[in-house]
């Protein structure tokens, strides 16, 4: 299998859980469409990755964004696979020399879902109750519109957090909504979150694969896949990561809409506790993505002022 995926087809790097299993099944999906090729020939490759394995403590201690990847393009460049499918939330915004991200699938839904056991929307949850959740930018959120309320960690992918969720471990908890959808499992969703006041992680609901930057075979099967609109909104949102220095470490929320040759963007910087909030907003033209996302990043950066980093970062 290896070998006939590698003469025509294409090996596939992923992560081993559902939700990377459906992503890379997607991405399959669509090279098989593209080229007439059958599923055969592209084998799926599951590495095990940092991220996944630990899992007593936050990521933001182990090492950041990096721990979903670091293993998946170890196998790239030693050629192992030919391709890496990720969550594009989970993508550092530099990457190891010889790779690039050569495509971006369109993307899905934004936002965030909140999934209550105490109470089926956020704002009605009692006083004191817990929210579990993971991501920095979820806690920082939930404190700046909940300050009342508490929040605790919790690791592991999407079953993993909705068996504890059942288990009683919190009242509450919150997951994309684009991965819900992924993995039909829409119906958890007790509240679909509103973008003003739960904007997402940069590069939310957007899938990317990653390969070696010279392999022009890769790029042409590639080809098909790049849904440019979504391409230009990564391109911005990413910009305003690098900008900031993002990292597991930065509560960030950003988000880029295309229209036409048009785009707009959002970005928001918080304090963990979320009582400190820096908004921006820019548009421009969409082939001016990356510079657009740069631009916001630096004045939302000196909007706040060196000291509002200083104390968390």
Known sequence: MQTEGRAEGLRIGTRGSALALAQAAETRARLMAAHGLPEEAFPVVVITTSGDRIQDRPLAE??????????????????????????????PTRLPDGLEIAAFLEREDV??????RAAPR???????????????????????LRPDLRVGIFRGNVQTRLRKLSEGQADGTLLALAGLRRLAMTEVATEILPLDRFPPAPGQGAICIEARSDERRVASMLAPLMHVPTGHALACERAF???LDGSCRTPIAGHALVDGDRLSFSGMILSPDGAGVHEIA??????????IGARAGADIRAKAGSAFFKDWA
Do not use: N
């Not at 721990?67 to 989970?90: G, N, Y």
């Not at 936002?111 to 209550?116: E, N």
């Open 62 to 91: 182990a090492g950041g964004k990096g721990l979903f990847t670091k293993e998946i393009e170890e196998a790239l460049l030693k050629d192992r696979i030919d391709i890496a499918v990720h969550s594009s939330k989970d993508m």
């Open 111 to 116: 936002r965030d879902v909140f999934i209550g």
């Open 122 to 144: 956020l704002e009605e949850l009692p006083d004191g109750a817990l929210v579990g959740t993971s991501s920095l930018r979820r806690q920082a959120l939930v404190r700046r």
């Open 241 to 243: 990561l690098a900008a």
């Open 282 to 291: 820019a548009e421009g033209r969409a082939a001016d993505a990356a510079e």
